[in-house]
């Protein structure tokens, strides 16, 4: 099984449908630049069977070929992913998770959903501001310019709001 330990939002008391998810798949891509404190670039692949990983994706040549002299080189990156050359994009999510914890970035992503239920809220709240969806710390909305704003009007008064706010 895929440890469940390793991706924080499965932790997540109310997300427990994210934790029986994790625990069918064979595997799992994490993205933590998305969430997670890690600059953008950072990924992590958990695989249930390696082999499986090999089996699809390794390359046999003689300029592949692992030597295993030590045993930092016996795990061929390379052979579990599409790109040969690739950087080790998990290493930077492992120092997060060994800086931090797993409870502290738990607790963290509790409070930041926290925060957007308050938000959330506030907008619920608003007459003119129509909530479209929320999940974990995202809320999506629009602002209504009038009770009878035609679809086009809305979407028109909306960018112009988001224009001016890139300014």
């Known amino acids: 099984m895929l ?37 953008i670039g950072v990924g992590c692949l958990l695989l249930r069977d390696e082999a499986q990983a090999k089996a699809h994706f390794q390359m046999n040549a003689d300029y592949t070929k692992v030597r295993q002299t030590d045993p930092s080189e016996t795990h061929a990156f390379f052979d579990l992913g599409f790109e040969l050359s690739r950087p080790n994009r998990a290493l930077k999510f492992w120092a997060i998770l060994k800086t931090h914890g797993i409870d502290r970035l738990v607790q963290t992503l509790e409070g930041q959903i926290e925060l957007r239920r308050y938000l959330q809220g506030l907008l619920e709240a608003e007459e003119r501001i129509e909530v479209l969806g929320a999940g974990l710390s995202a809320v999506c909305f629009r602002y209504l310019p009038a009770a009878d704003a035609t679809e086009r009007q809305i979407g028109a008064a909306n960018n112009r709001l988001l224009e001016s706010l890139s300014l």
């Not at 932790?11 to 969430?35: M, N, T």
């Open 3 to 39: 440890k469940t330990k390793l991706v924080p939002v499965a932790r997540l008391s109310e997300f427990e449908w994210v934790r029986k998810g994790v625990a069918s798949v064979d595997s799992l891509s994490i993205d933590p630049h998305k969430w997670l404190f890690a600059p």
